[in-house]
Each structure stands twice: as C-alpha cells, then as structure tokens.
C-alpha cells in the first residue's frame, strides 16, 4: 500500500487544518495507521494512531484536545483534524501503515512523503 499525505500549508495560530492520508489499496482491519511528525533539527515525534477495524485511537499527550484523528475505511483515507494551532505545531507531517499499537516510528513499515504545516505567530 503507497500512502500518500495531503493538506499541509500555511495557516496563523489558533487556526486549523484537516491532513489527509490515501492508501493506494485496500487497508485491512488489522493495520495500524499513525500521523507523527518532524520539527527541523528534531527527532520524529508520534502524534496519534488508529487501529483500522473498530477506530480505536491513540493520541499524544502534546496534542490531546487539539488535535483529531480518524478514518474512512470506504475511501481508504485517514485524516488528522488540526485546531487550535501553535507556532511549535510547525513541522512536516508524515502518516504511516503497521501492524503494531505503537508510538514508535520503527514499528511502522509503510511511509507516506509528508506535508509541511507551517504555524506562524
């Protein structure tokens, strides 16, 4: 499955954003998908995940309350609804395919390109 992300752009804080995640193929039930993200000079930090079939979700203690992640499994397509944006949001922003419930960005074997979010104050 080829991922690709969408959505990114240049938004002021406080605003809000909707990124995109498409899946080339049918996603199964059993994989995990997950947004993290990678500030310039900075490791790549998870932000949330969910499990395919059933839509459980995971999210960063950094993000909680701001940000939303969710799927359309008829589409393919996941998504990362970004509000209340701070200038430290900044960062490009990558979705990512496993098989594993984990924040860590070794567990997961399929990457899209990324999409730059840019936060300015």
């Known amino acids: 499955v080829q991922l690709q992300a969408s959505g990114g752009g240049l938004v002021q804080a406080g605003g809000s954003l909707r990124l995109s995640c498409a899946g080339s193929s049918r996603i199964y039930s059993s994989a995990v998908m997950a947004w993290f993200r990678q500030a310039p000079g900075k490791e790549r930090e998870f932000i949330a995940l969910?499990?395919?079939?059933?839509?459980?979700?995971l999210h960063s203690e950094s993000v909680k309350g701001r940000f939303t992640i969710s799927r359309d499994s008829a589409k393919n397509t996941m998504y990362l609804q970004m509000n209340t944006l701070k200038p430290e949001d900044t960062a490009v922003y990558y979705c990512?395919?496993?098989?594993?419930?984990?924040?860590?960005?070794?567990?997961?074997?399929?990457w899209g390109q990324g999409t730059l979010v840019t936060v300015s104050s």
């Open positions: 990512a395919r496993g098989t594993d419930w984990s924040e860590q960005p070794n567990d997961y074997r399929n």
């Open positions: 969910i499990r395919w079939g059933g839509g459980r979700t």
